[in-house]
Nanobody, 124 residues
Framework: QLQLVSSGGGLVQPGGSLRLSCTAS???????IGWFRQAPGKEREGVSC???????KYADSAKGRFTISRDNAKNTVYLQMNSLRPDDTAVYYC???????????????????WGQGSQVSVSS
């Protein structure tokens, strides 16, 4: 069974950067991998996704600041987060899902295999 482990969270000042990693227990060549986040008192929201074919999708809040990438040889997906803001503070989760397209990310609701979450705190 596919398992995901996320890492790389931490405390950073506004304007700073962090890189999250999501490492899978086996190949994810046939999965899209997404990053989600949940802030205190808020619902979980999709942040970014990369399809099995390398297509990407970003929430409006992440566009221009976050970059998702995948290293299939390492079974790892990265989320580079730059220009972090206090409202980026949340627990970040990676998840795997299968969509209908090799190139397009599926709907956020398709993701069903979840990692354990990493805390990202942005504060001065």
């Amino acid at each position: 069974q596919l398992q995901l482990v996320s890492s790389g969270g931490g405390l950073v000042q506004p304007g700073g950067s962090l890189r999250l990693s999501c490492t899978a227990s086996r190949s994810t060549l046939d999965y899209s991998i997404g990053w989600f986040r949940q802030a205190p008192g808020k619902e979980r929201e999709g942040v970014s996704c990369i399809s099995s074919g390398g297509g990407t999708k970003y929430a409006d809040s992440a566009k221009g600041r976050f970059t998702i990438s995948r290293d299939n040889a390492k079974n790892t997906v990265y989320l580079q987060m730059n220009s972090l803001r206090p409202d980026d503070t949340a627990v970040y989760y990676c998840a795997a899902g299968r969509g209908l397209s090799h190139y397009l990310c599926p709907s956020w609701s398709v993701f069903s295999i979840w990692g354990q979450g990493s805390q990202v705190s942005v504060s001065s």
